[in-house]
T-cell receptor, first 115, second 114 residues
């Protein structure tokens, strides 16, 4: 079955520290991959997406993600975290080449930022 | 250019009542998706609709839940005879075409069943 796994339920970092959120997928072929952020009580905002090509993807708010086919991973990174980055982050996948979009989400990672 | 509009933002229903959740997609978007987020869980796909057509409802519970996207007006997710387990955040997303175009999510409707 197609699935997306975020191994870390909760991560705490200090402001200014670097961040890496893990995401692994299980699909028959390389899916389209997304990272979303959700602030409390809000909807989801797209940070970045990967369809093909360059495996290092740049997104908004200084985030980037690297697609690694050999590890079936799409980890999200940020070199220096700001207090405003505290939120829940979701990795999602869409079957590549599909005719429509049925996103499969990971369980989410809650990021806490200490001053 | 307004984003995906969902209303109400919060909805409280007593057990056995009906809940109607509305979603107006972004202008120019003809594809609508509904997702449910239960407490402590990620989002789960429920249904995918285009105007006047249900394309995929594989994530919808078999009973009490229905969805529509009429030719005119918003998409509606209807839950009949709500139970406590229906309490969740329901998100709508829209896209201009099929999956690879990307999605825009609304802010969600938080349903509480008392």
């Amino acid at each position: 079955a197609q699935s997306v796994t975020q191994p870390d339920i909760h991560i705490t970092v200090s402001e200014g520290a670097s961040l890496e959120l893990r995401c692994n997928y299980s699909y028959g072929a390389t899916p389209y991959l997304f990272w979303y952020v959700q602030s409390p009580g809000q909807g989801l905002q797209l940070l970045l997406k990967y369809f093909s090509g360059d495996t290092l993807v740049q997104g908004i708010k200084g985030f980037e993600a690297e697609f690694k086919r050999s590890q079936s991973s799409f980890n999200l990174r940020k070199p220096s975290v700001h207090w405003s980055d505290a939120a829940e982050y979701f990795c999602a996948a869409l079957k590549g080449g599909t005719s429509y979009g049925k996103l499969t989400f990971g369980q989410g990672t809650i990021l806490t930022v200490h001053p | 250019n307004a984003g995906v509009m969902q209303n109400p933002r919060h909805l409280v229903r007593r057990r056995g009542q009906e809940a109607r959740l509305r979603c107006s997609p972004m202008k120019g978007h003809s594809h609508v998706y509904w997702y449910r987020q239960l407490p402590e869980e990620g989002l789960k796909f429920m249904v995918y609709l285009q105007k006047e057509n249900i394309i995929d409802e594989s994530g919808m519970p078999k009973e009490r839940f229905s969805a529509e996207f009429p030719k005119e007006g918003p998409s509606i997710l209807r839950i009949q005879q709500v139970v406590r387990g229906d309490s969740a955040a329901y998100f709508c997303a829209s896209s201009p075409g099929t999956g690879a175009y990307g999605y825009t999510f609304g802010s969600g409707t938080r349903l509480t069943v008392v």
